[in-house]
């Protein structure tokens, strides 16, 4: 188990990334090649990206460097997804090529003592050797996680617009009491669950904060740094369901009471929805899906808030009462 121990001052500087972490996404997905726990959430996912790798020709440094990097284990070098990756890819390896070599060698030798380095390892001291390093980090985002960039920046915006509730209804003790299953806040400490293989640790925070990153390619336990010198940085799963009937079927009743595609944005709506991600949910225009929230605010079925250059969707407690109702009714055996 971690226990991350806050003060006052770590609460009022824990945030949540307003992105995904580009390269942090890059070693969960790895880890799904090296796994099969959770492979149903991933099926698509899975096919689609085995295929590009192979016409991207990069089965060979799948197999030869980076998975022997990034092993799904208690440990991997923290140089590899630092900090800065929370701002976007391009500065993100922009600080991994600029590492100190002393850190780099000294994170591949811990790889090494905890499960085994490859032998061309320490190699990665070198700028030289980190810059082609991160030419090919950058070829595997672009063949692997960029196709599934809408899906994972969708549920990101969903899961920040829960956590803002949390924030809304019970300050920042209420959005870290919501985190999910393997995350229980006991003020002043989050208990995290850790892979069994590690050894319990706590981090002190310090006054420094911390940035909560939410993950669509990490499966099962969260991960931060090892080094507890570094800016504290807590990547946590997404909670991926088996989807229900009503993914693509609403119910009937629902359709039939507002057709399908304004059916399908209420539904979206559910755990709070830019017009884009509607619009990619009903399977309609930009524009028909702003004219859908329009007519689902108008009655009283969705409220907006506007969100930088964006607008946000939730339910209203109408809302969710409808959608509930139309859920447990199609969920009901037919009658005889």
């Not at 440094?61 to 900090?83: K, Q």
């Not at 499960?115 to 001291?125: H, V």
């Not at 304004?262 to 990619?280: H, N």
Request: avoid cysteine; proline fraction near 8%; glycine fraction near 8%.
């Amino acid at each position: 188990m971690l226990r991350v121990h806050f003060t006052d001052a770590d609460l009022a500087r824990t945030r949540v990334a307003r992105a995904p972490d580009p390269l942090f996404e890059v070693a969960a997905s790895l880890h799904r090649f090296q796994s099969r726990r959770g492979r149903w959430a991933y099926a698509g996912w899975y096919r689609t990206a085995r295929r590009r790798v192979r016409e991207q020709r990069l089965e060979g440094a799948l197999r030869r460097v980076l998975l022997p990097l990034y092993p799904r284990a208690a440990y991997f070098p923290d140089f590899l997804t630092p900090v800065d990756a929370v701002d976007g890819l391009d500065a993100g390896l922009e600080a991994l090529t600029a590492t100190p070599p002393a850190r780099v060698r000294e994170e591949i030798g811990i790889l090494d003592r905890t499960i085994g380095a490859p032998a061309w390892g320490p190699r990665l001291a070198e700028r030289g050797a980190r810059t082609e390093f991160v030419g090919l980090l950058r070829a595997y985002h672009g063949a692997v996680v960029v196709p599934q960039q809408e899906e994972v920046h969708a549920r990101i915006e969903a899961e920040r617009a829960v956590r803002s509730r949390g924030l809304l209804d019970g300050g920042v003790e209420g959005m870290l009491a919501g985190l999910g299953p393997m995350l229980r806040w006991r003020a002043p400490v989050l208990e995290v669950e850790y892979p069994r293989q590690a050894e319990d640790r706590d981090l002190h925070l310090n006054g420094r904060g911390i940035t909560l990153v939410p993950s669509y390619f990490n499966w099962g336990e969260p991960v931060t740094f090892f080094d507890p010198g570094l800016q504290p940085v807590l990547w946590y799963s997404l909670l991926h369901e088996p989807a229900p009937r009503t993914e693509t079927d609403p119910g009937r009743s629902l359709t039939s009471l507002l057709g399908r595609s304004r059916a399908l944005a209420l539904r979206a709506a559910a755990s709070g929805a830019t017009t884009g991600e509607i619009a990619r949910v009903a399977g309609v225009s930009a524009s028909a899906a702003s004219r859908h929230a329009t007519v689902l605010r108008d009655a009283g079925l969705v409220t907006t808030v506007r969100n930088g250059p964006a607008v946000l969707h939730t339910l209203t407690p109408t809302g969710a009462a409808v959608l509930r109702a139309a859920v447990d009714q199609a969920r009901q055996p037919p009658p005889p």
